[in-house]
């Protein structure tokens, strides 16, 4: 199941802020989310769409639609 990958712009702003290889880390386990549907997924309970990707020390709150085929990031905390 292959995703189009979008970031929401503060989702992107919390990236920038990091360490470039902590960021390059969770764009790469973001990336191999989208491309293999394989990763430290957890779901947000009463919220269908949203899930949480473990990256390390880090969470990835992203919104997967399956039928539009498209993973958003919300935001992420690291």
């Known amino acids: ?12 702003v919390a990236l920038y802020g990091l360490h470039w290889r902590t960021a390059a880390s969770i764009d790469a386990a973001v990336m191999a989310f989208a491309a293999t549907g394989e990763g430290r997924v957890e779901r947000i ?19 997967v639609d399956p039928t539009a085929r498209t993973l958003l990031v919300v935001y992420l905390y690291a």
Request: hydrophobic fraction near 55%; proline fraction near 10%; glycine fraction near 4%.
């Open 45 to 63: 309970p009463r919220r269908p769409l949203l899930h949480v990707l473990r990256v390390g020390s880090a969470r990835v709150v992203i919104q």
């Open 1 to 12: 199941m292959r995703l189009a990958i979008s970031w929401h712009p503060a989702a992107l």
